[in-house]
């Protein structure tokens, strides 16, 4: 053990800045982190940025978490609502496509179709109820996209459904809203921005491989979005709401960044 580490408080924070700056700069994306980079990072440069004092290991947390908030407003000033993400050709579809969730595979959700109906509310004009029936009634189209998921796997998969922004063109969201957050039928959560939410490509997802979408990928409903990374595409979503207030994330909560872009 180190003299800094018996120590403890202030002195294992200077002992650890090589460590914490390191953590900062993984909690950053490519640009972000040239740009603390281009300034030359230091213990004293994030304090400034943050407006916190490095005097304790909840402070540390507390930059870090900080830093995570500096690096969204980063990805959202640089998100170009009109730059697509690559698509690729059917011979190129991942089979069999993999499977992720909080829990494994013999724990997948088993939502009824019949008696779903998804719950819209918020800042919307209309706050009604939607039936898979009349999801499935609206227009809808097609995607062959990259899900990239951090947990270090990437796959190409079919995806078919309403264009998001259509949606929220007929339920009248707020387009001056700061987030859509999202439930789902088991314990996750997420949210995101309004630009990501318009995006051409964001997709209130209803088929998978040109069939209804199959329990383990999300019925019977998920938000495909590959300009996001996997955590921030919601599967089996009941419910979504219009608002200004943070709602946060399953995993954004546990720190991955909210932002998430792929
Ligand atoms: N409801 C719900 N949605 C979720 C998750 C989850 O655990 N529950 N996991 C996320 C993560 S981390 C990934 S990588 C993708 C996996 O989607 P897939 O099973 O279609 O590959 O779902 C995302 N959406
Ligand atoms: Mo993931």
């Known amino acids: 053990m180190t003299e800094a ?13 090589d460590h914490v700056l390191r953590e900062a700069l993984r909690r950053v994306d490519a640009p972000t982190r040239r740009l603390f980079l281009q300034r030359g990072l230091t213990l004293g440069g994030l304090s400034l940025l943050t ?3 490095l005097d304790d290991s909840e402070a540390v947390n507390k930059i870090l978490t ?13 998100f170009n609502a009109g730059d697509l993400a690559p698509t690729y050709p059917a011979s190129m ?11 494994g595979i013999d724990e997948v959700r088993h939502v009824d179709g019949d008696g779903y109906r998804l719950e819209v509310s918020g800042l919307v004009r209309e706050k009604k109820t939607w039936s898979l029936a009349e999801l499935n009634a609206l227009p809808q189209t097609e995607q062959i996209t990259r899900h990239i998921c951090v947990e270090g796997w990437s796959a190409i998969g079919r995806w078919g459904g309403v264009r998001f922004s259509d949606f929220l063109d007929r339920i009248g969201a707020d387009r001056t809203a700061k987030y859509i957050g999202f439930k789902c039928a088991d314990d996750y959560y997420t949210s995101i921005d309004l630009p990501t939410a318009l995006h051409p490509q964001t997709l209130l997802t209803l088929s998978w491989d040109g069939r209804t979408l199959p329990p383990e990928y999300g019925f019977p409903m998920k938000l495909r979005m590959p300009t996001k990374l996997g955590y921030k595409n919601p599967k089996h979503i009941v419910s979504m709401f219009v608002t200004n207030a943070y709602p946060g994330g399953y995993w954004e909560d546990q720190g991955y960044n909210w932002f998430g872009g792929s």
């Not at 580490?5 to 800045?17: K, P």
């Not at 900080?66 to 640089?78: E, W, Y």
């Not at 991942?94 to 829990?103: D, E, K, S, W």
């Open 66 to 78: 900080k830093i995570s908030f500096f690096n969204d407003r980063v990805q959202g000033a640089l």
């Open 51 to 53: 407006g916190c004092a």
């Open 93 to 103: 579809i991942t089979r069999p496509f993999p499977f992720n969730a909080y829990y």
């Open 5 to 17: 580490v018996r120590d403890g408080g202030t002195a294992s924070i200077v002992a650890d800045r």
